[in-house]
């Protein structure tokens, strides 16, 4: 593709963060996702829901590319980052992946103290001149990840050491810290108890104030509540794309009605 | 034994409806039965397995022991002026050309001075026959003492000389008197004099320090053969081993595990680093022959082509415990750190290695431990059979002299014919134990240290 499409379409789709066009991911002989395309808005929540093995976790990696790890993956067709295609060979994961955080379905904080795990991300992209500054980002993504009361007496303790819900909140602090421009969720609430899902998605609310924020979710309850788009997809393919309240008030497809309602899945 | 069997049978008792669970049914007596059956075999394994470690140990305890102990002749000897600087000068040059012999004499007096004072008959007419209750070494121990003090010539001094193997022995209990029936070292008589010399306690046994620190002896010294150059040479080759193993090995198992791709090139390495593991160590001795010596030129014998013929033997075990121990790392650390944008090497060096840090340890120092305990390929380069005798010069000579290895100077005391070497032998297995354990316990205690708990 040249130069003059790619800015034909940053400019056609204004507020797009990311838009994927035609994504085929091959896992060896496996089609995980056909033919995905779908236009993600910045400072949205958007939230992709399906029944397990649909590859919303597939298609979600392949927006920073953490399927590279993956040796047998194929990834094909284009996924855009403000009009700039992130599989484009001058583009390096890394640098892709500082403005696309990440955050897993297991809380994983490193088996660091609290300070080192938020400080990491920062020291590694030269985010921070002195202790001073680092200081200052570590207490700033803390706050934003809504657990900097809980630990601020104990920055220099175990990061593993904490509840599961505030492990999570932990890594989403850290994801935020390195300044990222889209956050990534895969089910961040499954391993977590009711209460800590609600703080989390509380968060996620007020993350979406900074970021583009996409959340693999399999309740479609916390889709609900959360995200102002929901795409469904059912065996690699994206059956439907709108806004959240249509998709679970108006659905057009048969098949969104049915999973919604419970009847697959 | 297994359940699929136990299934079949219709009289074996299916739980009907009204079966009580206070009343085991046959199926769970039968299985019960099995469960404790191989329990009693599991504990008859380890008990068997406890006998054998006790056999093995008290009889290496047992037997190497008395390689600690030496008999002593304490003498009271008179430097005389006479006899070792006849000119009087103390010019150190002619002191130095009185060889042993000329020291003979003096030891002689001075055996015959101490059995007078014990009041000990002597028997013998010859002094000759008299000295050959002390080691052959006797002489060349107060002629290195003279050289180093030449202005104690003229005085008399104390001094405990090693008695010969066979005094040795019979104080050991390992010499009997009808032993040496056809002996001609030395006779029942002899032994007469020395027990009336214990008594008088001129002879007596104690810790023997040269055992651990001196160096290998002629045939015919046994009391004088130490371990400690052996020892020395066993401690260089360590070094080379731990310099060139540990980093080639953790390098090439990180690359294999976290950066190789995955095709066929890389599994034909893998599967070949499982086999190198399992090829006989004499294998690696002829390889370290052809290619360290015969074309790189190094010189034989010498603890550096040891070391290098151990590495190549102990980097398959290195590499596999390494990357067992990178494996186990759980995945979700390196997505963490993939995740917030660290590159790959980051990922490795500062969240995977670190937590996989006391796996690789432990696999370096029991593959330490192996390669210390490994003669066959120092049989090849010339390390086996090698005397032993002289300390190194400096660190260099240390890595490129010739020298032995512990189990090589082993296996050299285990095939010579005289007894008092078997109890040698013995004994530098103790030692070589010793080394082992201490490895083990520092592996211990730094995975204790490097390791997490959190």
């Not at chain 1, 996620?204 to 997809?233: G, N, W």
């Not at chain 2, 005389?80 to 130095?96: A, F, H, T, V």
């Not at chain 2, 690696?284 to 151990?310: D, E, K, M, N």
Request: glycine share 8%; proline share 5%.
């Amino acid at each position: 593709m040249n130069v003059m499409t790619k800015t034909e379409r940053a400019l056609e789709m204004k507020d797009m963060k990311i838009s994927a066009k035609n994504v085929q991911v091959h896992y060896g002989d496996t089609h995980a996702i056909k033919d995905v395309s779908v236009e993600i808005e910045d400072k949205t929540v958007t939230a992709f829901i399906g029944p397990s093995g649909c590859g919303k976790s597939t298609f979600l990696r392949c927006l920073n590319r953490m399927n590279d790890t993956i040796d047998i993956c194929r990834v094909e067709g284009d996924i855009l980052l403000d009009g700039e295609d992130i599989y484009d060979k001058r583009v390096d994961p890394v640098q892709l992946r500082a403005k696309v955080g990440m955050v897993f379905q297991k809380p994983n904080p490193f088996p660091k103290s609290i300070y080192d795990n938020i400080a990491y991300g920062p020291r590694i992209h030269g985010l921070a001149r002195n202790k001073a500054e680092l200081d200052e980002i570590v207490e700033k993504s803390l706050r934003r990840g809504a657990i900097w009361d809980e630990v601020k007496d104990r920055l220099h303790a175990p990061g593993t050491g904490l509840s599961g819900g505030q492990q999570q909140r932990l890594c989403i602090a850290r994801a935020v810290a390195t300044e990222p421009e889209v956050l990534l969720m895969d089910e961040p609430c499954s391993a977590l108890d009711p209460i800590a899902t609600a703080q989390v998605e509380e968060l996620i609310d007020e993350l979406r104030q900074s970021y583009s924020v996409v959340i693999v979710t399999h309740s479609m309850q916390q889709a609900a509540r959360v995200s102002q788009k929901t795409a469904f997809f059912h065996l690699g393919n994206l059956v439907e794309y709108d806004d959240t309240t249509k998709i679970f008030t108006n659905p057009e497809d048969p098949r969104t009605e049915s999973y919604i309602t419970g009847r697959i899945g | 034994m297994s359940d699929a069997s136990l299934q079949s049978g219709p009289d074996m008792g299916t739980p009907s409806a009204k079966s009580s669970i206070l009343q085991l049914d046959q199926r769970t007596k039968k299985r019960n039965a099995a469960e404790a059956r191989f329990r009693a075999y599991g504990i008859a394994a380890i008990a068997v397995g406890l006998v054998f470690l006790v056999v093995l140990i008290s009889s290496i305890i047992f037997k190497g022991v008395g390689a600690f102990q030496q008999s002593f002749i304490t003498l009271e000897v008179e430097l005389l002026e006479s006899k070792l600087d006849k000119s009087g000068e103390r010019d150190i040059e002619k002191i130095k050309k009185v060889t042993t012999f000329g020291y003979n004499p003096l030891i002689e007096n001075a055996l015959k001075a101490a059995m007078e004072e014990a009041g000990v008959e002597n028997p013998f007419t010859k002094g000759k026959d008299l000295r050959k209750m002390l080691s052959s070494g006797a002489a060349a121990d107060l002629r290195r003492f003279v050289i180093a003090n030449p202005d104690r010539i003229g005085d008399t001094v104390q001094f405990r000389l090693l008695a010969s193997s066979r005094v040795d022995g019979y104080l050991k209990g390992r010499v009997t008197r009808e032993s040496l029936a056809r002996d001609k070292n030395l006779t029942p008589v002899h032994l007469d004099v020395v027990d009336q010399l214990k008594d008088a306690g001129v002879v007596a046994k104690s810790f023997n320090l040269g055992f651990i620190t001196g160096a290998d002896a002629s045939e015919s010294r046994p009391e004088q053969a130490g371990i400690g150059v052996s020892m020395l040479g066993s401690f260089y080759m360590m070094l080379v081993v731990l310099a060139c193993a540990l980093p080639i090995g953790v390098a090439a198992s990180i690359y294999l595990e976290e950066f190789a791709p995955q095709n066929w090139i890389t599994d034909l390495i893998e599967v070949n680093i499982s086999n190198l593991a399992a090829v006989p160590s004499i294998v690696f001795g002829i390889l370290g022959l052809a290619v360290f010596i015969q074309f790189a030129h190094l010189p034989q014998s010498a603890p550096l082509v040891g070391g290098l013929v151990l590495t190549l033997m102990t980097l398959p075990t290195i590499i596999i415990s390494t990357r067992a121990s990178l494996k186990s790392v759980p995945p979700s650390i390196r997505e963490a750190a993939l995740g917030i944008g660290a590159s790959k090497m980051q990922t490795v060096f500062h969240h995977v290695l670190p937590l996989a840090m006391p796996g690789i340890l432990t696999g370096t120092i029991i593959g330490l431990a192996q390669a210390l305990g490994e003669t066959a390929p120092l049989l090849l380069i010339g390390m086996v059979g090698y005397i032993a005798s002289n300390y190194p010069g400096g660190i260099i000579e240390g890595f490129m002299s010739p020298n032995s290895a512990m189990p090589a100077q082993i296996y050299e005391w285990a095939k010579r014919a005289d007894p008092a070497y078997y109890e040698r032998a013995w004994g530098g297995i103790i030692i070589l134990l010793v080394f082992l354990m201490t490895m083990n316990i520092i592996a211990i205690i730094l995975r204790r240290r490097f390791e997490r708990r959190w």
